[in-house]
């Protein structure tokens, strides 16, 4: 853990202790006013916020402590400019990048508070979809650990009555999907929110866009108006916006990015490849890379499954997550994942958004995303806590448009991403073999779950390893030129 030197310490202090008010406000709240610090004041400041430690943020030993049993050795930007603000009492707008540690910016404060007033139904966290539900009582219970925190999750795909009997015992904090925390609202007998003294909307924008409005209006109606509210985003549109009016008090704003910055350690790419060609260049470029941990999206939940099923039958440990999975499946699929037990995790944008997935070296964008934000949010999963990372696009002559807004968005062209084209051919007789494998295993999971595939969808087939054999993994050979005229004449 960083330590700050003596001098530095005294700095801190003076700035907390004489001027704390402008010191926690500086850089949020009074953005739009102008800077009449000297070049010379603001290295200074940077340095001191460089130094910074948990201790000098306010925070109980138990919890510094279990900040560096976490290897979270120094407060990131977002959790040094929100951490002093929100043991003030003050509600919160942050809007940071994926992977700023945003949960660890509210969670800390959440248990400070906690410490000092221990109750059940403390506070409540709403989440967009089921897996950052998760995620967020992960961190909660090990940043808590030492407290003794209770939390529970409300999340849909799980039997509301064990969700019911855990609601029976009073956590201090509930993680939940808007949807599900309604129906127990309405259907539970005695349970209410009456109590909470802290709100947490994360990836507010998500939640919005998902068309929870309306739960979260009939949420917002029965929590108690003295709370404190924190709601984080990584964009603020009209609606967040709305939501912000409608649910915090005199908030203060906490920008430690640009709107749409991709971090310094990613490199991104693009490669222009004719659609027939697609699956091809995937297996390509993962030999290649082999040895990286990859997460490859899909626009489509059928998709997701059919290339999973395809690169299993060459050899490689592939896995989908998408949303028509069951609850337990997903919960699986991402375990064997973070585990490492699988190298390559198939997704579709439900699992791009806030999932704190480590150890993700390679994001392949297989279809290009609809929505060009979206493309911010999926590279986002690698080149995370100051690691490199890298993300290549597949643009096919029906993206070039889509791709276009993507480096409009991002305000620069992106490099070529290479390849030897006849040993991406070479490839082209087994990948075939692969797709026509894949295609028939897809007819057998349809046929054992009693279920038809439709565009678009697919069924709950995450982990369908019993119509998949043994296989060797690929490599590349044979005669490239044969090979090379067999593709050109399809």
């Not at 003076?14 to 290295?43: A, H, P, R, V, W």
Request: glycine content about 6%; aromatic content about 6%.
């Amino acid at each position: 853990m960083s330590t700050t030197s003596e001098d530095e310490e005294n700095i801190v202090s003076d700035k907390k202790e004489s001027n704390k008010e402008e010191y926690l406000k500086d850089g949020s709240e009074n953005q739009d006013q102008e800077n009449f610090e000297t070049d010379d004041d603001e290295c200074d400041q940077e340095q001191i916020n460089k130094s910074l430690t948990w201790k000098d943020l306010g925070l109980n030993e138990t919890l510094c402590k279990a900040c560096e049993e976490l290897k979270w050795e120094t407060p990131s930007r977002i959790q040094k400019e929100s951490i002093p603000l929100a043991l003030q009492g003050k509600d919160i707008i942050g809007l940071a990048e994926t992977g700023s540690g945003k949960t660890g910016a509210f969670a800390l404060p959440i248990l400070e508070a906690l410490l000092d007033n221990p109750q059940r139904f403390f506070a409540l966290i709403l989440t967009p979809t089921r897996e950052l539900a998760f995620q967020i009582s992960e961190q909660f219970e090990a940043l808590g650990s030492g407290i003794g925190v209770k939390c529970c999750v409300i999340v849909g795909g799980m039997d509301m009555v064990s969700q019911s009997l855990q609601l029976g015992k009073k956590p201090h904090i509930i993680i939940a999907t808007p949807g599900r925390l309604v129906d127990h609202l309405e259907n539970l007998k005695g349970f209410n929110l009456k109590a909470i003294k802290y709100l947490v909307m994360d990836e507010a924008d998500r939640i919005l866009n998902m068309d929870f409005e309306v739960e979260l209006d009939k949420i917002l109606k029965v929590l108690p108006k003295e709370r404190r509210t924190f709601l984080f985003s990584a964009t603020m549109t009209k609606k967040v916006k709305k939501l912000q009016r409608a649910s915090l008090k005199d908030p203060v704003k906490i920008e430690v990015s640009n709107k749409y910055q991709t971090v310094e350690q990613l490199l991104q790419y693009y490669i222009f490849i004719p659609v027939k060609y697609k699956d091809v260049y995937l297996v390509h470029i993962l030999n290649e890379l082999a040895g990286n941990s990859f997460m490859i999206f899909c626009s489509t939940c059928n998709n997701t499954v059919r290339t999973a099923l395809m690169l299993r039958a060459l050899g490689m440990a592939a896995i989908p997550l998408h949303g028509q999975m069951s609850q337990n499946k997903r919960l699986a699929a991402l375990n064997k994942f973070k585990s490492k037990n699988r190298s390559i995790l198939i997704s579709t944008d439900v699992a791009s958004r806030g999932l704190d997935i480590p150890h993700v070296d390679v994001v392949l964008n297989f279809d290009i995303p609809t929505h060009s934000k979206d493309y911010i949010h999926r590279v986002g999963r690698t080149a995370r806590a100051g690691r490199a990372g890298k993300a290549i696009t597949f643009v096919t002559q029906y993206d070039v448009e889509l791709y276009q807004r993507i480096e409009h968005l991002l305000g620069k062209q992106l490099p070529l991403y290479k390849c030897e084209e006849d040993e991406v051919m070479a490839l082209q007789e087994r990948v075939n073999e692969a797709q026509r494998t894949a295609k028939l295993e897809l007819k057998d999971i349809e046929e054992s779950k009693g279920k038809r595939f439709k565009k678009g969808g697919a069924a709950d087939a995450d982990d369908s390893e019993q119509f998949i054999g043994a296989r060797k993994r690929l490599k590349v050979g044979g005669n490239v030129k044969k090979n090379w005229k067999r593709a050109k004449k399809k």
